[in-house]
């Protein structure tokens, strides 16, 4: 069984930069894809960014050149680097991964949360 760990998540002002790790264990996540999906209040889920087991990634619009996405396979982590945040980033940042995407194994969550 795959469990995903978040961590980093927390409050920062607009224009500022947070950092989410996902941890997995359970087993190794080197051919997996590996992701970030974040859910606002009273929003659906989103997609936000992935990783492909050969390292291409994927943004969606609102991350795409201030969102980095990156993995450590020996570590067996993948990490979201966040810049230039705006209120609008503020949601719950979930972990993803799988052999297919989007993956079976989800994190726990971690709040993110930008004030103006």
């Known amino acids: 069984q795959v469990q995903l760990v978040e961590s980093g998540g927390g409050s920062v002002q607009a224009g500022g930069s947070v950092r989410l790790s996902c941890v997995a264990s359970g087993r190794a996540l080197s051919t997996y894809y590996m992701g970030w999906f974040r859910q606002a209040p009273g929003e659906e889920r989103v997609f936000v960014a992935r990783?492909?087991?050969?390292?291409?990634?994927y943004y969606a619009d609102s991350a795409q050149g201030r969102f980095t996405i990156s993995r450590e396979n020996a570590a067996n982590r993948v990490t979201l680097q966040m810049n230039s945040l705006k209120p609008e980033d503020t949601a719950v940042y979930y972990c993803n991964g799988g052999s297919i995407w989007p993956g079976n194994y989800w994190g726990q969550g971690t709040q993110v949360t930008v004030s103006s």
């Open positions: 990783i492909s087991a050969g390292g291409r990634s």
